[in-house]
């Protein structure tokens, strides 16, 4: 199917296995496919191959525009897909699935690059370091949400900053506001910080041999994170809590933040974004981001 607008586009769907399962997809295809492809891959929940505010349509045809094969699927239990969800956790079967299907596709590629946002980003770090036919990891907003992460993050900065908002104060004084609730909650998030203390160290040795999916989630993808030897390129929202929590996380690793330092990492923030990137100017951004970042991944 050819679009107005991009008529030198090719859309097809595509129907592919994944362990008895059939997967869903639609693969772009230039008018001249480039040497690197695209997997864009599906956070979990609601969503599908088509993206938050028709997101993943609008990215894979743009990059498809300037020479780039992409593909977007529903993997396993979301959208058109069979089988059972399997969560983030364990989706590097369905997304290599997706890559050897694109490689199929078109007999000139070298290498892919995964795009993934929240869940999904985190889906691709787990899986970029397994095969080396990723060069590139686009992460949007990585998910690393644990209790004690979420709680710590409340901590310092939803907190401190009511705590200093005259606004706050005023609400306070007028008999608009519990602070008795709001010092509960507190106290309560910092319990929870203070009981997971201990349980997942970063930085901790780990045998060569470990099964990273075996780890807790954030030292599974510090872990992941550290072994890609490609380009990465992490984006996080100004205005997005999942977004504050990532930040926070790589800030507690001194490993992880040495490595977002490096010479192949780029790392921006879209300072008044939201998380799903909700306005038109935010995903031109976004989009222009990746545009950029995969012509030197080529």
């Not at 036919?133 to 949007?140: A, E, I, K, S, T």
């Amino acid at each position: 199917m050819t679009l107005a607008g991009f008529e030198k586009l090719t859309e097809r769907a595509v129907v592919f296995s994944c362990e008895k399962s059939a997967l869903v997809g639609i693969v772009h295809e230039p008018e001249v496919p480039g040497i690197l492809g695209v997997v864009i891959i599906v956070a979990g929940g609601p969503q599908y191959r088509v993206g938050a505010h028709r997101q993943f349509v609008l990215l894979a045809r743009k990059l498809a525009s300037e020479g780039v094969p992409v593909i977007r699927f529903d993997h396993r239990g979301t959208g058109d897909s069979d089988g059972n969800y399997h969560g983030f956790n364990d989706m590097g079967s369905d997304i290599r699935k997706a890559v050897d299907l694109l490689f199929k596709e078109f007999s000139g590629l070298e290498k892919v690059a995964l795009w993934g946002e929240c869940e999904s980003a985190s889906a691709a770090a787990y899986y970029g370091y397994t095969d080396n036919r990723v060069h590139g990891l686009f992460l949007v907003n990585p998910w690393v949400r644990t209790d004690a992460g979420l709680a710590k993050t409340y901590l310092k900065h939803h907190y401190r900053n009511r705590f200093f908002d005259p606004r706050f104060w005023r609400k306070v004084r007028a008999g608009r506001f519990s602070l008795a609730k709001s010092l509960g909650s507190m106290t309560q998030l910092i319990l929870q910080v203070v009981k997971d203390r201990g349980k997942n160290v970063f930085n901790a040795p780990t045998k060569t041999e470990v099964n990273l999916s075996e780890l807790p989630l954030t030292q599974r993808l510090e872990k992941s994170l550290l072994r890609f030897n490609g380009g990465m390129f992490v984006v996080t929202s100004g205005r997005d809590h999942i977004a504050q929590e990532y930040r926070d996380f790589v800030d507690t690793s001194l490993l992880l933040k040495k490595h977002m330092q490096s010479h192949n990492v780029v790392v921006k923030e879209i300072a008044d974004a939201d998380h799903t990137f909700s306005r038109a100017e935010w995903r031109r951004e976004l989009f222009d981001l990746t545009q950029l970042w995969l012509s030197e991944v080529r």
